[in-house]
T-cell receptor
Framework: NAGVTQTPKFRILKIGQSMTLQCTQD?????MYWYRQDPGMGLKLIYYSVGAGITDKGEVPNGYNVSRSTTEDFPLRLELAAPSQTSVYFC???????????FGSGTRLTVV | AQSVAQPEDQVNVAEGNPLTVKCTYSVSGNPYLFWYVQYPNRGLQFLLK??????LVKGSYGFEAEFNKSQTSFHLKKPSALVSDSALYFC???????????FGGGTRLMVKP
């Protein structure tokens, strides 16, 4: 049982490049989330999904896009990378009945 | 909008001594509160939660948290700190719709031998 798997673990992007951060879960959880964690800061919610086909914006959605075509996958897309998007990105899930979140191990992204 | 505050960036404690990591919250309605721990280069791990019931909540690794409604606080505690407890600790609150977790800024706990 892998839980929440994020790929890649590390990535360096040049300004203006695009990339997709992958998140896959095998727990059949309805809710999935993308957070970013800046140095010395707490986590900020980027986007979330309450089920396949449903997504919604969080606190800091600008510069990002998401899709949720299946229960398992919740990719995060950066279209035009900017230095301000340098951060550690965490994907998380939870079931509808439980309030406990399960986090992936994170993707460290640097935009130069 | 709800908010969570952790007033201390860092807490230093000697091994064997009790520790407290502070958290205050501002939410409308009944608060659903959580503590998470983050070790270096790892994701967040769930420690404990308060949903309803007893004000003293027991969690993983010997941690507990005290919910105080009048002071809007949810402080994390442990009677005897271990060096291995050194990590980054986050307090969080769930919104009323149950679909968004708001985090505090985190407190780094340093336990020295």
């Amino acid at each position: 049982n892998a839980g929440v798997t994020q790929t890649p673990k590390f990535r360096i992007l040049k300004i203006g490049q695009s990339m997709t951060l992958q998140c896959t879960q095998d727990m059949n959880h309805n809710y999935m989330y993308w957070y970013r964690q800046d140095p010395g800061m707490g986590l900020k919610l980027i986007y979330y999904s309450v089920g396949a086909g449903i997504t919604d914006k969080g606190e800091v959605p600008n510069g990002y896009n998401v899709s949720r075509s299946t229960t398992e996958d919740f990719p995060l897309r950066l279209e035009l990378a900017a230095p301000s998007q340098t951060s550690v990105y965490f994907c998380a899930t939870r079931t509808g009945a439980s309030y406990g979140y399960t986090f992936g191990s994170g993707t460290r992204l640097t935009v130069v | 909008a709800q908010s969570v505050a952790q007033p201390e960036d860092q807490v230093n404690v000697a091994e064997g001594n009790p520790l407290t990591v502070k958290c205050t919250y501002s939410v409308s309605g009944n608060p659903y509160l959580f503590w998470y721990v983050q070790y270096p280069n790892r994701g967040l791990q769930f420690l404990l939660k308060y949903i309803t019931g007893d004000n003293l909540v027991k969690g993983s690794y010997g941690f507990e948290a005290e919910f105080n409604k009048s002071q809007t606080s949810f402080h994390l505690k442990k009677p005897s700190a271990l060096v291995s407890d050194s990590a980054l600790y986050f307090c969080a609150a769930l919104n009323n719709a149950g679909n968004m977790l708001t985090f505090g800024g985190g407190t780094r706990l340093m336990v020295k031998p």
